[in-house]
């Protein structure tokens, strides 16, 4: 499967973004969808993560902020963003597994990635 994220730009803080992650290819909806971010000199980390049995779970950082969706007939994960901080921002990726190989918390756990997308948080 091929990746491809979108709607990432500029915002202030306390404003809302909503990333679209497209994926190509067949059986979507057996892929578990995980969305991670990487900010200048930082390591990438978890943001979240939509289960195909549709369990969702977040970075404490964000909870209660971010919301991640799947529309499977468009083969289409979505990151909602609200109340954004500046220190929200970062590239954020989409990443996806048929099955995870670890801790879906960790990057090397998902087989497959798309091109991050960058997001600004002005203060």
């Known amino acids: 499967v091929q990746l491809q994220a979108s709607g990432g730009g500029l915002v202030q803080a306390g404003g809302s973004l909503r990333l679209s992650c497209a994926a190509s290819?067949?059986?979507?909806?057996?892929?578990?969808m995980g969305w991670f971010r990487q900010a200048p000199g930082k390591e990438r980390e978890f943001v979240g993560i939509?289960?195909?049995?549709?369990?969702?779970d977040y970075a404490d950082s964000v909870k209660g902020r971010f919301t991640i969706y799947r529309d499977n007939a468009k083969n289409t994960v979505y990151l909602q963003m609200n109340s954004l901080k500046p220190e929200d921002t970062a590239v954020y990726y989409c990443?996806?597994?048929?099955?995870?190989?670890?801790?879906?918390?960790?990057?090397?756990?998902?087989?497959?990635w798309g091109p991050g997308t960058l997001v600004t948080v002005s203060s």
């Open positions: 939509r289960l195909r049995g549709a369990g969702t």
């Open positions: 990443a996806g597994a048929t099955t995870l190989s670890g801790s879906y918390r960790y990057p090397s756990s998902y087989a497959y």
């Open positions: 290819g067949r059986a979507f909806s057996s892929y578990d």
